[in-house]
T-cell receptor
Framework: AQKITQTQPGMFVQEKEAVTLDCTYDTSDQSYGLFWYKQPSSGEMIFLIYQGSYDEQNATEGRYSLNFQKARKSANLVISASQLGDSAMYFCAMRGRNSNYQLIWGAGTKLIIKP | DTEVTQTPKHLVMGMTNKKSLKCEQHMGHRAMYWYKQKAKKPPELMFV???????INESVPSRFSPECPNSSLLNLHLHALQPEDSALYLC??????????????FGQGTRLTVV
């Protein structure tokens, strides 16, 4: 079965600190993709970063990086130097053949950045 | 340009009304999606269109009727909705439906309230 687990329902982080959002996954697919999305209170779902199962390097996009540990089936999102605008809901998602290539979503983590 | 545009942003409708949600993308994507999202939950897939043909219907009640007039447009026709249908409706598009590495881009969503 395909499953994404985000164990942190909510997190408070001081502005300018780095933050790690946890994501573990379960799949029997050999080829799969892992995604992180940000959803501010406005509702838009914003694509942040992608990691392919065969990628040997961790993905990075600006202040976002994905700490991919394949053997542990984890794909944690790291946000460096957090900003007030990073306050949002963050979803980890996965896509692979066993889900008919549709996104399987985690429950999400609500991140609040404190000034 | 990674923009998916949804209209309207907010909609209040009575249970006997007929309304439509619209979604547009100009990225040349051949796959388009409708999702329903309740507060503090991840999105739930409703419909998938691939090359303008309906490829997935996740057992959605017939009071929701999707339509894909062309490769850039996706509509969701609403009729005789129930209060429990109140939610954020998200449209998304991707280059294709197959492939583990295909990221989906989302619109800002329509916040629907059924009264």
């Amino acid at each position: 079965a395909q499953k994404i687990t985000q164990t942190q329902p909510g997190m408070f982080v001081q502005e300018k600190e780095a933050v790690t959002l946890d994501c573990t996954y379960d799949t029997s697919d050999q080829s799969y993709g892992l995604f992180w999305y940000k959803q501010p209170s406005s509702g838009e779902m914003i694509f942040l970063i992608y990691q392919g199962s065969y990628d040997e390097q961790n993905a990075t996009e600006g202040r976002y990086s994905l700490n991919f540990q394949k053997a542990r089936k984890s794909a944690n999102l790291v946000i460096s130097a957090s900003q007030l605008g990073d306050s949002a809901m963050y979803f980890c998602a996965m896509r692979g053949r066993n889900s008919n290539y549709q996104l399987i979503w985690g429950a999400g983590t609500k991140l609040i950045i404190k000034p | 340009d990674t923009e998916v545009t949804q209209t309207p942003k907010h909609l209040v409708m009575g249970m006997t009304n007929k309304k439509s949600l619209k979604c547009e993308q100009h990225m040349g994507h051949r796959a388009m999606y409708w999702y329903k999202q309740k507060a503090k939950k991840p999105p739930e897939l409703m419909f998938v269109y691939s090359y303008e043909k309906l490829s997935i219907n996740e057992s959605v009640p017939s009071r929701f009727s999707p339509e894909c007039p062309n490769s850039s447009l996706l509509n969701l026709h609403l009729h005789a909705l129930q209060p429990e249908d109140s939610a954020l409706y998200l449209c998304a598009s991707s280059q294709e439906t197959q492939g583990a590495g295909t990221e989906a881009f989302f619109g800002q969503g329509t916040r629907l309230t059924v009264v």
